[in-house]
């Protein structure tokens, strides 16, 4: 039998072995304990030393099975190591089992017959030590909320004795993992039968990774559509406040991880929503927003009411055919008149606006429900009573009842009113004329035969803002509230309590969590036959404020405004067998901080890390990171900034296999905290520069050789006028380039990282990029910089430093961001620089490359779009505003840049990359356009040659390219020429979509 060392030493690595009273295990991006029963699986956060684990894990406790509604009696467990490694635990004839593996914690039950009794199979695991955070078809996701550190749960295979597979998909119910197997399966089954879920780290560039979003998400409003509910909030994520939503499921699961953006209503002050007419309606005086139950937004442009007054504290009600939108008219004081009108379920007035108040002024606030087909409008008086108000469906308006006395020593604020169908409850704050004093939550049932009743729902003091509504399953009204302990500075909490028509008030207790820290507020339900959804707004002290949601007698709380992570300022690299993409990412959101990723992809493009490579993750900001190959490993180079400590130039080696070399990264010295540092590779290791942190700043320099040994290279600039450096390399020597006071500077040193003869003038521009043909040099920069446009230009170097008497001309960027990248793909250089295209609604950047030759002269006079603008998307201000570019040296390249992802539930910057070919010539039908646009259509991860797939999925478009009708040849007239006119000479092989998941049952991310 064949014997690998490899596998030997994998296996130890990964193997349980005794630890004190237990177990313990895992591998380099988690740790797993396994202690009286119970196991923990914990994300690594690599500070220096990657065994340290991040505080706190997801916590497994005993696992329960069931046979329908039957609890199976399972034995005490026998635990033990096997000889592979794995951990058994023997309860019965139910054997667990626990196995390490790259991807994460493989958890499996092995059930040698059918168990006994009639129905589904079910295995419940209790959970706890992380939130859950919601559901994907990946599985369930927990993450700490203070540190980012995330797990998932995948899904499960039932495995029976033939090898038939059936997915099983988990569920998390009330504090626990549930995974069911039908009994229709369980029938079909042979056994012994297995079940095996994975639990694992969550990173990787398969799919996004659910987490907390960073920007503040605060005053959520909620509704339902009898199953599940629509939560909407603020949110500050791009910069401005807007209105987000997400849908949630009645258990809690999140259906839209990112959100999505409801569109703007002119001269809105308020929104407010309802379901009706099935669709949710978001609206306020002036116009209105339907989404559908799906989460699709119908009114991308919203309808307009076209009303002469617009104002705030919007409310809605549906009555079965119309809806009633009230709102204030609000004056300097802070009060206002109440208006009404009534809009058809198309947007269409059928009761223009009218005054619903007595005055004209002195409404604080108000709100309004349906009863049956009419509706009721609540709202209070400055220093007054609170009343209310009948419209009925054809808009007629009832006389004013007054619901409560109130005088400027005490009175009712901010009502909500909620009815079954015939009666109606009112609950509301009662104390102080400003609302900052209460001194109880108090409330008044309205019956349908005339009847009245008042109730006190707490008579502690500092109680604010309640919200009602009607729960028909359990037959009675919800109450919630926000409990300012006394409007405590260190927590607040939110309260509730059920309102039952004939029982009267009976208190439910805290819902939401007591920590230290915890500022939470603005809660709000909404109930159906479904259940209930719970949401309000919770402002940690170290971070942001968050939607927090969780069913009034259901499941502990999650949180409900998350989004993916965010992949920026991407590097690429090649080496001999492939490319690696190294990316800043945003999942660990304590602090707002960035981590750093990578993946490794093979020659075709195709992503060989489905569980990513964690880079760097530690206390404090990991930034600008660069990525180049060593002769032996992958070398990583970044920036470590903020916190109590210097800034540093940091470095990891990565193994061709994807491992961690330095398991205690690299220092390679002091840095600038803007530094941007490059690296290329050489004969004897790498080279990396970078601005230095030392008094006066300059240019530094280290050659990192195979062994991981640092030399710093001399000849060097130390003063502040040298920035922005760059490099490349070859067999011989490396260049290093640099710009100082708007004139680019070099210096050339052997592979050995000797400087070789004096540093020499390379032209004048700013934001140099320097790429090497095996022998000689050539650097792009930007020239003739004028408001928002430069021109991109090269320069060819020579091997003996001599450089050219003159530069040529590449293209213009037009974005006033001028930097180039460039490389040589064994053909021709590939240069490219990021524009704007004004076509469309909104134009956007674009990044636009042509080809220089060896000897310097431009293959393309009209350049050709690498990656294209979305003028019909409203851009982001981190779209393309980095890119990488790398080649193997075959002719091909790729290129690797970020853009605002807004598909299947995505709303982040995620990783886009491209792959084309520059020795074949081809045309995009007279077009200087690239191909058909850049696609996220993916990697498949099936045993299919990924060339085939790849190229099927660039080309699906048809027609899109053609053959040449006249060759280009390089270095005619410093130019190439197309006989069709302007092609594009290349062929795209693959449009690459770093983001789409691969589809492997055991990737954990």
Known sequence: MPFSPQQVIQQIQLSFRPDGAGFSGGHRTYRVTHTEGQLTVSPLASRIDPAEPRRGGLTFGATQVMRGPRTLRLGSPRTGVASDGSLHMQRGLMEEQLRNGEEGVEQSWRFPTLPAGRGPLSVRVPVRGLAYQGTTAGGLH??????????????????????????????????AIVLTVPEETLKASAFPAVLDPVIGPEFGIDQPVIAVEPSD???????????????MWLDTRSGLTEQWATRVTPDGTVLDPSGFEVPYVPNCGYNTVTFGAGNYVVACSTGMVRITPEGVVVDPQPISFHTPLSGGYASIAFNGTNFLITWLDLGGSGTGALYGMMVSPSGTVVMPQKLLSQYSNGVYEADVTAVGTSFRVVWTLAADHMYSVEVDANGNVGPRVRELYGSSSGQARFPAIASNGEDYAIVYQYGDEFGKASTSIGGSLRQADGGTSSFTVSNVAKQMRPDIAWMPRAGAYGVVWTNTRNNSTDYTEIQSAWLMPDAGVIANGRISAAVSGF????????????????????????????????????????????????QTAPSVAAGPNGYFVVWKDSRSHAGQLSDLYGARLGPAGEVLNASGITIATTVRDDVAPVVTWNGTDWLVAWVERGGTGSVQLRARRVSATGQWVDLVPLTLGSASSGSEPAAARGNAGAVVTWAGGTQGGGIQATLVQSDGGVTALGSLPTDGGATMPTVAGNTTQYLVAWQDNGVLKAQRFNSQGVAQGAR????????????????????????????????????????????????????????????????????????????????????????????????????DATPFTLFAAYPEQKPDVDDYSELGLASMGDGTWLGVTSRLERDAGIYAQRLRARMGDSRVALQANGTSDMAAEDTTSGLPSDAVAPGEALLEDALAGGTEEAAFAGERHPGEGGAGCSAAGGGAPWLLLAALGLTRALRRRQEIR
């Open 142 to 175: 927990f993450s700490d909320a203070s540190t980012g550190a995330g797990l998932r749960y995948g899904t499960g295979t039932w495995i029976d004795a033939t090898g038939k597979r059936t997915q099983v998909t988990p569920t998390y119910q009330d504090g």
């Open 519 to 566: 500022m939470q507020g603005h809660a709000r339900i909404a109930a159906g036959p479904s259940g209930s959804l719970v949401v309000w707004d919770r402002k940690l002290q170290a971070s942001g404020i968050d939607v927090l949601g969780r069913a009034l007698d259901g499941f502990v709380p999650v949180t409900l405004s998350t989004s993916v992570n965010s």
């Open 217 to 231: 998400q605060h005053t959520p409003e909620v509704a339902t559509d009898g199953t599940n509910f629509l939560v």
């Open 760 to 859: 020499f003038d390379a032209g004048t521009g700013t934001l140099a990029s320097v790429a090497s043909d095996g022998t000689d040099f050539l650097v792009t920069s930007a020239q003739n910089v004028v408001s928002n446009t430069a021109d991109i230009r090269a320069t060819r170097i020579s091997a003996t430093g001599q450089v050219a008497s003159s530069s040529v001309l590449v293209g213009r960027a037009t974005t006033g961001d001028f930097r180039s990248a460039v490389v040589w793909d064994g053909t021709n250089y590939l240069a490219a620089w990021r524009s704007y295209s004004s076509n469309g609604t909104y134009g956007g950047r674009l990044y636009q490359a042509a080809r220089v030759n060896r000897d310097g002269g431009v293959v």
